[in-house]
């Protein structure tokens, strides 16, 4: 898997301070997309696992935890799903009370049962799915870029569509 960025201070995307990996590798190619580069999987540099050290490192930099997010690209995407969940793995280990957030362009319900399965044990804690659409955006909603998107919480073991929650910032 290649990677486009890493923001090690985001407060954009998700409450509070987090550290953002942002993916390489996108099919959907929506109309607007804010990180077109990413579309392809070559783009940028290899994750590596000095790159996951980096990350493991930021996320608690200077006596400060910070929460974990993976945006795209496509994080779900085939080519990218093994080393996707493999930094989350290792994040829950190291940071097991941290939200981690994962965006992605597929639909939940369209999600394998296996994945969803496996971000449910890694406790994945916010699934923001669904494609960007551009007549749909939308500065008034959180952590979406577009009103189609949902936003997934796990809530005792299952994720509940809990977008309602986030749809007016205050």
């Known amino acids: 898997m290649n990677y486009a960025n890493i923001k090690y201070n985001d407060i954009a995307n998700g409450e509070g301070i987090s550290v953002s990996l942002f993916v390489s590798g996108c099919g959907h190619h929506c109309a607007g997309c804010f990180n077109p580069e990413t ?3 070559e783009y940028g540099k290899p994750f590596t696992k000095e ?3 980096e990350i493991l490192n930021a996320i608690a930099k200077n006596n400060i935890i910070r929460n974990f997010n ?3 690209g496509e994080p779900l995407a085939p080519a990218n799903c093994a ?3 493999s930094i989350v793995k290792e994040v829950r280990k190291h940071y097991p009370d941290i939200i981690i957030r994962i965006w992605t362009g597929y639909l939940f319900k369209e999600l394998p049962e296996k994945l969803i399965e496996n971000l449910k044990k890694l406790k994945v804690n916010m699934i923001i799915d669904g494609p960007f659409i551009e007549s749909q955006k939308s500065y008034e909603i959180a952590m979406r870029g577009s009103k189609n998107q949902r936003i997934y919480e796990l809530i005792n073991g299952e994720y509940i569509d809990n ?3 986030y749809d007016i910032i205050n």
């Open 70 to 72: 993976i945006l795209g």
């Open 83 to 85: 080393s996707v969940l």
């Open 163 to 165: 977008t309602k929650k």
């Open 51 to 53: 790159t996951e050290k």
């Open 39 to 41: 579309w392809n999987y």
